[in-house]
């Protein structure tokens, strides 16, 4: 069975989907670094030369591949569960988890995600809360929620994940 993290972006799901990945000594797949893999380039590049629309065929693609694996930690990128099949795909084989984080924890998190996020580059913090609230709907299609804090260590949601996959064993 995988762990599968979603949530917003800058949520924290790579740094957790490493915690997790030590904890359990479990292969880690963030399919963000798998797409920069396959494409050799930068999701901003990718982004910026092909669209958005080109960038969800490639992760749907990454997600496929993902989603075979066995007893993996998969890490996906904030919009990969906008696609119901992504969620089929890795709902088959893996338990949901949404890293639920207050919007003061991304408010915070803006200036150096925007670095490396394409969706938050250039962005308002009023466009960034819309797409945060549009997306909501779709981060509660999962099998559990963690609630994200200011104060939350990846350690400490790590732990809130470890408890519950052990209570379903």
Do not use: W
């Amino acid at each position: 069975m995988n762990i599968v993290l979603t949530g917003f972006m800058a949520s924290g799901k790579s740094t957790v989907g490493r915690q997790l990945s030590e904890l359990l000594n479990r292969d880690l797949i963030d399919t963000d670094e798998l797409i920069v893999e396959r494409e050799g380039r930068s999701i901003n590049d990718i982004f910026g030369k092909d669209g958005e629309e080109y960038f969800r065929r490639v992760e749907s693609a990454v997600i496929v591949d993902a989603a075979k694996t066995d007893n993996t930690i998969i890490s996906t990128g904030g919009g990969a569960v906008l696609n119901p099949k992504n969620m089929e795909m890795l709902r088959e084989n893996g338990v949901i988890f949404n890293l639920d984080p207050d919007f003061s924890v991304i408010a915070c998190r803006m200036e150096h995600a925007g670095a490396v996020r394409p969706l938050m580059r250039d962005q308002s913090l009023e466009d960034i809360r819309k797409r945060f609230d549009d997306r909501k709907p779709f981060y509660d299609n999962c099998d559990y929620k963690i609630h994200i804090t200011a104060d939350s260590s990846p350690r400490d949601t790590a732990d809130k994940i470890l408890n519950i996959i052990n209570g379903l064993k």
